[in-house]
């Protein structure tokens, strides 16, 4: 969604230049991109232009900063800097910058331009992006360190694979949020306000986590494949599994590559012919007489019905491949009592 500014950034930001000298001017104009190139240019790059160091362009910048918000050309764009400001507290009074820049224009040049004027305005503060956040704008100081520890709270109380809804997620943020305007207590700012993390994120399914997980990171069939098992909720055949990938992530999963990769992988257990179902669903892993010595050694000796109804419960096979698998010599025999118990 882009808004429409009452205001014209290129005019407004040529109007504040203006009260700058020739060099001046040009400085910032490359430095911001505010040429025919939005692309702004390093320090470096401006003092080889001029045969100057980087550290005399950032001189030159910081004094043009400050001639310009002390200019009589800064004081007649007041309400530009105002509409700014509303906009910055109607999303919640710290914002994320590309969304920022995006809510008011799509247009490079345009953004570079508005930019400029965010960096010049005196109501708006930068946070540079770091290892927890991405670069944010915000009005208010206060605020901004609420959030950002309310973010660190939500990220050290998630688990490492958790997956949680949307909801879930936003009810869970809120808690965590103290001493905060009710106008700011919406899902749509608590959303934006959760874009501000790197740690934490979704998945293309919705699901909220952690973003070093390969829940939400997805990164190949086999993080596609967990996503589409999961969301089924019951094991479900290979096949299937390749052909939701393919229409709910528009990502080509051949049936052959989506099987090899479900075997290698222990986050799947192969329940019945071609039927996967998670691990963590509780399900144990390997093949049918695998399945059986478990049992056995986990509860002792039982009756072959017995046996039967407990690996039906973690096989979707026949009767009949369990009766086989029990009558390996090898593995299984009938004690006293005529009950199947595991060769040691």
Do not use: C
Request: hydrophobic share 35%; net charge positive; aromatic share 8%.
């Amino acid at each position: 969604m882009t808004i429409t500014l009452s205001f014209k950034p290129k005019q407004s930001v040529k109007k504040l230049i203006l009260a700058l000298p020739e060099r001046s001017r040009d400085v910032i104009t490359k430095r911001f991109g505010l040429g025919k190139d939005s692309e702004p240019m390093t320090l470096d790059a401006i003092g080889k232009n001029y045969g100057i160091t980087r550290e005399r362009v950032r001189q030159i910048e910081d004094h043009a900063l400050n001639v310009i918000r002390k200019s009589k050309n800064y004081i007649e764009e007041k309400t530009t800097f105002d509409e700014i400001e509303k906009i910055i507290r109607d999303l919640g009074g710290i914002v994320v910058e590309q969304d920022l820049l995006d809510y008011m224009t799509k247009d490079a040049s345009t953004q570079s331009h508005i930019n400029f004027l965010l960096v010049v305005g005196h109501p708006f503060s930068k946070i540079k992006e770091d290892d927890d956040f991405k670069h944010r704008w915000f009005i208010d100081e206060g605020l901004a360190v609420n959030i950002h520890g309310s973010l660190k709270k939500l990220y050290e109380s998630l688990k490492d694979n958790e997956l949680i809804s949307e909801q879930e997620m936003i009810k869970s943020f809120l808690s965590y949020i103290e001493d905060v305007s009710e106008q700011y207590r919406t899902e749509e700012i608590a959303k934006r306000w959760l874009s501000i993390s790197k740690k934490i994120g979704k998945n293309p399914l919705g699901e909220w986590g952690k973003t070093e997980s390969s829940n939400v990171s997805t990164k190949g069939m086999r993080d596609y494949a967990y996503l589409i098992i999961r969301r089924h909720g019951s094991p479900i055949h290979f096949r299937e599994v390749a052909k939701a990938i393919t229409s709910v992530f528009n990502k080509k999963a051949h049936i052959a590559t989506t099987h090899n990769e479900l075997i290698k992988d222990p986050r799947f257990v192969l329940v019945g012919r071609g039927l996967y179902a998670l691990s963590e669903w509780g399900y144990m892993s390997g093949v049918v007489k695998d399945v059986i010595k478990k049992i056995i050694e986990k509860d002792g000796p039982m009756t072959k019905k017995e046996v039967i109804e407990k690996v039906m419960k973690e096989r979707y096979v026949k009767e009949n491949t369990i009766i086989i698998n029990l009558q390996n010599k090898k593995f299984f025999r009938k004690n006293k009592d005529g009950k199947y118990e595991v060769i040691k």
